[in-house]
């Protein structure tokens, strides 16, 4: 079956830092790939994804790239804020079907 | 603005009680929904897939009689924990599918406490 693997945290960092976040996973076909984010009383939101291979989802200046021959899609983000302190999740949906298949969560706190 | 919102945000019940959690779609008329469960520092695990006007759809392991999903209208689908025991404790989140894309809206989650 598809699986997420991401970095354990919290990862604790000062502002302006560089963040990565590593994310492997494993599946069957051409899955889609995504980072959503939950920051502390929200729901989850979707952050960036990628469709295919070598495509680089990007927002609020985090970036992603899926590269299919390290099965990852780690995140990265070059000069962190306060504002970025959240959970962030990996995440999967197969080739079939609409269910997404979850990593488990990364917590990042950017200290001023 | 939201677009999922779950009710109650949180619940503390006892031992061999029953506990309703609402999932509403505000905006859309969502005819599936589906329900997470996250476990402390775990991943999220879809439990079942709401569908509207029939059965749900239980993820394997998933104990259909003792979460009991009723989707009975477009914008609403809700999940009740059955004679809640101490290991039913746990953040329940619900969500929808974004329309026209390939991801999903979700819900803020609801925190059960089963002493």
């Known amino acids: 079956g598809n699986s997420v693997t991401q970095m354990e945290g919290p990862v604790t960092l000062s502002e302006e830092a560089f963040l990565t976040i590593n994310c492997t996973y494993t599946?069957?076909?051409?899955?889609?790939l995504f980072w959503y984010v939950q920051y502390p009383g929200e729901g989850l939101q979707l952050l960036l994804k990628a469709t295919k291979a070598d495509d680089k989802g990007s927002n609020k200046g985090f970036e992603a790239t899926y590269r299919k021959e390290t099965t990852s899609f780690h995140l990265e983000k070059g000069s962190v804020q306060v504002s970025d302190s959240a959970v962030y999740f990996c995440?999967?949906?197969?080739?079939?079907?609409?269910?997404?298949?979850f990593g488990g969560g990364t917590r990042v706190l950017v200290k001023p | 603005g939201a677009v999922v919102s779950q009710h109650p945000s949180r619940v503390i019940c006892k031992s061999g009680t029953s506990v309703k959690i609402e999932c509403r779609s505000l905006?859309?008329?969502?005819?599936?929904m589906f329900w997470y469960r996250q476990f402390p520092k775990k991943s999220l695990m879809l439990m079942a897939t709401?569908?509207?006007?029939?059965?749900?759809?239980?993820e394997q392991g998933v104990e259909k009689d003792k979460f009991l999903i009723n989707h009975a209208s477009l914008t609403l689908s809700t999940l009740t924990v059955t004679s809640a025991h101490p290991e039913d404790s746990s953040f329940y989140i619900c969500?929808?599918?974004?329309?026209?894309?390939?991801?999903?809206?979700f819900g803020p989650g609801t925190r059960l406490t089963v002493l």
């Open positions: 995440a999967l949906r197969g080739a079939a079907g609409n269910k997404l298949t």
């Open positions: 969500s929808r599918d974004r329309e026209g894309a390939d991801t999903q809206y």
């Open positions: 599946a069957t076909g051409y899955p889609s």
């Open positions: 905006d859309f008329q969502a005819t599936t």
């Open positions: 709401s569908n509207e006007g029939s059965k749900a759809t239980y």
